[in-house]
């Protein structure tokens, strides 16, 4: 692995610690984070210029927003007020350094927005079939990313330090976080439960008889 690279200071802001890692399969980096929580692998199968070029994995969340019913919380915290301006306040307070020269995600919220959040927005009537009760909205927001140019075969750890606030703290928290993302690259944990679902030997729990008085029950047909 390669060490960090620097950055000016954009727009009078602290820069970002971005180290540049030797290459790494997406799949690989996204099976030696697998146990953290909250992962998510935004991964371009394709190699298109424009479509797939990019693939992105994080976790380890500082912030989690959701949306239930209307009802916006943060970290488990309801927020009064419409939902959208409370996530447009939660954004405000990290303002994000951006690199040209990296992938375009470079840190940030990531989750998804479900399409019942369309009732915070206008006035419908209850669905006629109900719905599973999943949230209409969750968003975790990250403040380290592994990012990777299919195109150029080159992969980076971004880490912005948030939620520090504080000048000197979050530049030590950049540090910090980007070690230990490539620590966890370079030396990965076996995931828990690593024997849960891994390919092994077919093994019948019939016996000749049963197994011939069981495919019969199910298909008359069969002699």
């Excluded at 200071?9 to 970002?16: A, D, I, N, T």
């Excluded at 995931?191 to 029950?217: E, I, K, L, Q, Y």
Aim: hydrophobic share 35%; aromatic share 10%.
């Amino acid at each position: 692995m390669t060490g960090s690279t620097g950055a000016p200071v954009l727009g009078g802001r602290q820069p970002m610690h971005v180290r540049e890692l030797q290459w790494i399969e997406p799949v690989t980096a996204m099976r030696a984070l697998a146990h953290r929580p909250h992962l998510t692998f935004l991964d371009s199968a394709a190699r298109h210029e424009l479509l797939g070029r990019y693939s992105y994995l994080t976790c380890d969340p500082f912030s989690s927003y959701m949306v239930a019913d209307g009802q916006a919380s943060c970290n488990r915290e309801a927020i009064e007020g419409d939902p959208w301006r409370v996530l447009r306040s939660l954004l405000a307070k990290y303002p994000q350094e951006h690199r040209p020269d990296l992938p375009p995600f470079q840190g940030g919220a990531a989750g998804f927005l479900a399409y019942d959040l369309n009732r915070t927005l206008e006035r419908l009537p209850a669905p006629a079939i109900p719905g599973q009760r999943l949230p209409q909205s969750i968003l975790h927001f990250y403040d380290v990313v592994v990012s990777f140019d299919h195109r150029d075969g080159r992969c980076w750890i971004v880490s912005t330090g948030w939620p520090e606030q504080d000048p000197s703290c979050r530049r030590e928290r950049t540090h910090r976080r980007a070690d230990e993302f490539a620590a966890m690259l370079v030396s990965p944990k076996p995931p828990p439960n690593a024997s849960v679902g891994a390919p092994g030997a077919w093994h019948s729990n019939f016996s000749r008889d049963c197994g011939g008085t069981a495919r019969h029950r199910f298909d008359p047909g069969w002699r």
